[in-house]
Protein backbone atom coordinates (compact mmCIF):
# COMPACT_ATOMS: atom_id res chain seq x y z
CA UNK A 1 0.00 0.00 0.00
CA UNK A 2 1.62 3.25 -0.87
CA UNK A 3 1.24 6.04 1.84
CA UNK A 4 2.23 9.48 1.59
CA UNK A 5 3.53 11.07 5.22
CA UNK A 6 2.89 15.11 5.29
CA UNK A 7 4.45 17.55 7.98
CA UNK A 8 4.08 18.84 9.61
CA UNK A 9 0.08 17.83 10.20
CA UNK A 10 -0.44 21.68 11.83
CA UNK A 11 1.03 25.10 11.32
CA UNK A 12 -0.14 28.60 12.83
CA UNK A 13 2.70 31.29 11.73
CA UNK A 14 1.79 35.22 11.28
CA UNK A 15 1.90 37.33 8.63
CA UNK A 16 5.36 37.67 6.56
CA UNK A 17 6.72 34.21 7.33
CA UNK A 18 8.15 31.88 5.34
CA UNK A 19 7.27 28.07 6.02
CA UNK A 20 7.67 24.79 4.23
CA UNK A 21 5.44 21.88 4.04
CA UNK A 22 7.20 18.03 3.44
CA UNK A 23 5.42 14.78 1.44
CA UNK A 24 7.27 11.58 1.53
CA UNK A 25 6.69 8.58 0.27
CA UNK A 26 8.58 5.11 0.23
CA UNK A 27 7.18 5.08 -3.12
CA UNK A 28 7.52 6.41 -6.48
CA UNK A 29 4.94 8.36 -8.04
CA UNK A 30 4.52 9.43 -11.93
CA UNK A 31 3.54 12.55 -10.43
CA UNK A 32 2.38 14.66 -7.39
CA UNK A 33 0.00 16.94 -6.82
CA UNK A 34 -0.54 19.71 -4.60
CA UNK A 35 -3.87 21.06 -3.44
CA UNK A 36 -5.30 23.44 -0.73
CA UNK A 37 -8.76 23.25 0.56
CA UNK A 38 -10.65 25.66 2.20
CA UNK A 39 -13.33 24.50 5.28
CA UNK A 40 -16.54 23.87 3.68
CA UNK A 41 -14.95 23.16 0.50
CA UNK A 42 -13.12 20.77 -1.89
CA UNK A 43 -9.64 20.54 -2.64
CA UNK A 44 -8.41 22.75 -5.58
CA UNK A 45 -5.34 21.82 -7.25
CA UNK A 46 -2.49 24.38 -7.11
CA UNK A 47 0.22 22.59 -9.28
CA UNK A 48 1.10 19.26 -10.34
CA UNK A 49 5.16 18.28 -10.16
CA UNK A 50 5.92 15.17 -12.97
CA UNK A 51 9.53 15.29 -13.38
CA UNK A 52 12.49 14.30 -10.72
CA UNK A 53 13.89 17.09 -9.40
CA UNK A 54 11.18 19.74 -11.20
CA UNK A 55 10.75 22.96 -9.16
CA UNK A 56 7.39 25.15 -10.09
CA UNK A 57 6.75 28.44 -9.23
CA UNK A 58 2.88 29.86 -8.60
CA UNK A 59 3.69 33.32 -7.35
CA UNK A 60 4.85 32.99 -3.77
CA UNK A 61 4.68 28.90 -3.75
CA UNK A 62 7.64 27.00 -5.22
CA UNK A 63 6.70 23.29 -5.28
CA UNK A 64 9.46 20.56 -5.71
CA UNK A 65 9.52 16.97 -6.82
CA UNK A 66 12.54 14.78 -5.19
CA UNK A 67 14.92 13.64 -7.38
CA UNK A 68 13.81 9.89 -6.65
CA UNK A 69 10.48 11.33 -7.09
CA UNK A 70 9.05 9.97 -3.65
CA UNK A 71 8.91 13.06 -1.54
CA UNK A 72 7.45 16.66 -2.41
CA UNK A 73 8.10 20.12 -0.81
CA UNK A 74 6.21 23.55 -1.14
CA UNK A 75 7.41 26.15 0.13
CA UNK A 76 6.01 29.61 0.98
CA UNK A 77 7.66 33.03 1.25
CA UNK A 78 6.23 36.03 3.22
CA UNK A 79 3.18 34.38 3.98
CA UNK A 80 -0.33 35.99 4.06
CA UNK A 81 -3.73 35.69 6.19
CA UNK A 82 -5.02 34.54 2.57
CA UNK A 83 -2.84 31.41 2.43
CA UNK A 84 -4.89 29.78 5.10
CA UNK A 85 -6.10 26.81 4.62
CA UNK A 86 -5.57 22.46 4.45
CA UNK A 87 -2.73 21.55 2.10
CA UNK A 88 -2.83 18.17 0.59
CA UNK A 89 -0.36 16.41 -1.50
CA UNK A 90 -1.53 13.54 -3.48
CA UNK A 91 0.16 10.64 -5.62
CA UNK A 92 -0.53 9.29 -8.90
CA UNK A 93 1.30 6.12 -9.32
CA UNK A 94 0.47 6.00 -13.05
CA UNK A 95 -0.57 2.92 -15.54
CA UNK A 96 -4.02 1.83 -14.68
CA UNK A 97 -3.96 2.43 -11.38
CA UNK A 98 -6.69 5.97 -12.00
CA UNK A 99 -6.00 6.82 -8.31
CA UNK A 100 -4.66 9.36 -6.34
CA UNK A 101 -3.18 8.78 -3.19
CA UNK A 102 -3.44 11.59 -0.97
CA UNK A 103 -1.66 12.60 2.38
CA UNK A 104 -3.48 13.81 5.57
CA UNK A 105 -2.81 17.20 4.46
CA UNK A 106 -0.89 20.56 6.92
CA UNK A 107 -3.44 23.11 8.39
CA UNK A 108 -1.84 26.44 7.99
CA UNK A 109 -3.07 29.38 9.64
CA UNK A 110 -1.57 32.43 8.99
CA UNK A 111 -2.63 34.74 11.40
CA UNK A 112 -2.49 38.89 10.62
CA UNK B 1 -17.37 26.21 -17.64
CA UNK B 2 -19.07 24.86 -15.05
CA UNK B 3 -17.36 23.04 -12.23
CA UNK B 4 -18.21 19.70 -10.76
CA UNK B 5 -21.44 19.94 -8.98
CA UNK B 6 -22.38 17.68 -5.80
CA UNK B 7 -25.96 17.15 -4.58
CA UNK B 8 -26.84 17.23 -1.78
CA UNK B 9 -24.91 19.70 -0.25
CA UNK B 10 -25.70 18.45 3.74
CA UNK B 11 -27.26 14.89 4.34
CA UNK B 12 -28.51 13.87 7.86
CA UNK B 13 -29.48 10.25 8.06
CA UNK B 14 -29.98 7.58 10.93
CA UNK B 15 -27.90 3.70 11.28
CA UNK B 16 -29.52 1.63 9.09
CA UNK B 17 -30.42 3.93 6.63
CA UNK B 18 -29.43 3.78 2.78
CA UNK B 19 -28.39 7.35 1.29
CA UNK B 20 -27.19 8.31 -2.58
CA UNK B 21 -24.97 10.69 -3.60
CA UNK B 22 -25.05 12.52 -6.72
CA UNK B 23 -22.16 14.02 -9.15
CA UNK B 24 -21.77 15.66 -12.25
CA UNK B 25 -18.69 16.29 -13.40
CA UNK B 26 -17.09 18.74 -15.55
CA UNK B 27 -18.50 18.89 -19.23
CA UNK B 28 -16.49 16.79 -21.61
CA UNK B 29 -14.90 14.87 -18.18
CA UNK B 30 -15.26 11.23 -18.67
CA UNK B 31 -13.49 9.96 -15.58
CA UNK B 32 -15.33 10.59 -12.00
CA UNK B 33 -13.60 9.63 -8.78
CA UNK B 34 -14.96 9.41 -5.26
CA UNK B 35 -13.51 10.13 -1.96
CA UNK B 36 -14.16 9.74 1.56
CA UNK B 37 -13.36 12.83 3.58
CA UNK B 38 -13.01 12.19 7.56
CA UNK B 39 -10.08 13.98 10.07
CA UNK B 40 -8.57 11.02 11.57
CA UNK B 41 -8.07 9.19 8.05
CA UNK B 42 -7.61 12.42 5.72
CA UNK B 43 -8.91 11.71 1.71
CA UNK B 44 -9.44 7.60 1.15
CA UNK B 45 -10.15 6.82 -2.15
CA UNK B 46 -13.27 5.15 -2.77
CA UNK B 47 -13.92 4.16 -6.86
CA UNK B 48 -12.68 5.79 -10.22
CA UNK B 49 -15.53 5.11 -12.85
CA UNK B 50 -14.78 6.00 -16.95
CA UNK B 51 -17.44 5.76 -19.25
CA UNK B 52 -19.46 3.64 -17.33
CA UNK B 53 -17.01 1.24 -15.76
CA UNK B 54 -15.56 0.86 -12.80
CA UNK B 55 -11.93 0.60 -13.02
CA UNK B 56 -10.27 0.81 -9.89
CA UNK B 57 -11.85 0.96 -6.10
CA UNK B 58 -10.62 1.31 -2.69
CA UNK B 59 -10.97 -0.48 0.57
CA UNK B 60 -13.99 0.30 1.67
CA UNK B 61 -17.01 -2.84 2.69
CA UNK B 62 -19.90 -3.70 -0.10
CA UNK B 63 -22.48 -1.21 1.38
CA UNK B 64 -20.40 1.05 -0.53
CA UNK B 65 -21.43 1.36 -4.24
CA UNK B 66 -21.67 3.37 -7.11
CA UNK B 67 -22.47 3.58 -11.03
CA UNK B 68 -21.90 6.23 -14.13
CA UNK B 69 -24.21 6.77 -16.60
CA UNK B 70 -23.83 7.52 -20.34
CA UNK B 71 -23.90 11.27 -19.60
CA UNK B 72 -20.75 10.68 -17.24
CA UNK B 73 -22.32 11.56 -14.28
CA UNK B 74 -22.49 9.32 -11.25
CA UNK B 75 -23.81 8.06 -8.17
CA UNK B 76 -22.44 6.40 -5.29
CA UNK B 77 -24.79 4.40 -2.76
CA UNK B 78 -24.53 3.67 1.01
CA UNK B 79 -26.35 0.79 2.53
CA UNK B 80 -27.41 -0.07 5.83
CA UNK B 81 -24.96 3.34 7.28
CA UNK B 82 -23.66 3.32 10.05
CA UNK B 83 -21.87 6.30 12.81
CA UNK B 84 -18.36 5.80 10.66
CA UNK B 85 -19.74 6.77 7.73
CA UNK B 86 -20.09 10.25 8.66
CA UNK B 87 -17.88 12.47 6.61
CA UNK B 88 -17.88 14.94 3.77
CA UNK B 89 -17.89 12.82 0.10
CA UNK B 90 -15.84 14.25 -2.44
CA UNK B 91 -16.38 13.73 -6.23
CA UNK B 92 -13.54 14.35 -8.20
CA UNK B 93 -13.78 15.04 -12.44
CA UNK B 94 -11.03 14.36 -14.50
CA UNK B 95 -10.54 14.50 -18.72
CA UNK B 96 -9.31 10.41 -18.72
CA UNK B 97 -8.19 10.17 -15.27
CA UNK B 98 -4.82 8.76 -17.44
CA UNK B 99 -1.62 10.11 -16.57
CA UNK B 100 -1.06 13.19 -14.51
CA UNK B 101 -4.59 12.69 -13.36
CA UNK B 102 -5.56 16.29 -12.67
CA UNK B 103 -8.75 15.70 -10.65
CA UNK B 104 -11.31 18.76 -10.26
CA UNK B 105 -13.61 18.55 -6.80
CA UNK B 106 -16.61 19.48 -6.10
CA UNK B 107 -17.61 21.12 -3.11
CA UNK B 108 -18.69 17.59 -1.58
CA UNK B 109 -21.58 16.08 0.50
CA UNK B 110 -21.37 16.25 4.02
CA UNK B 111 -22.99 13.22 5.26
CA UNK B 112 -23.77 12.88 8.97
CA UNK B 113 -25.48 9.61 10.33
CA UNK B 114 -27.18 9.90 13.43
Known amino acids: TQLLEQSPQFLSIQEGENLTVYCNSS?????LQWYRQEPGEGPVLLVT?????EVKKLKRLTFQFGDARKDSSLHITAAQPGDTGLYLC????????????FGKGTLLTVNP | KAGVTQTPRYLIKTRGQQVTLSCSPISGHRSVSWYQQTPGQGLQFLFE???????NKGNFPGRFSGRQFSNSRSEMNVSTLELGDSALYLC?????????????FGPGTRLTVL
Open chain 2, 49 to 55: YFSETQR
Open chain 1, 49 to 53: VVTGG
Open chain 1, 90 to 101: AGDSGGSNYKLT
Open chain 1, 27 to 31: SVFSS
Open chain 2, 92 to 104: ASSSTGAFGNEQF
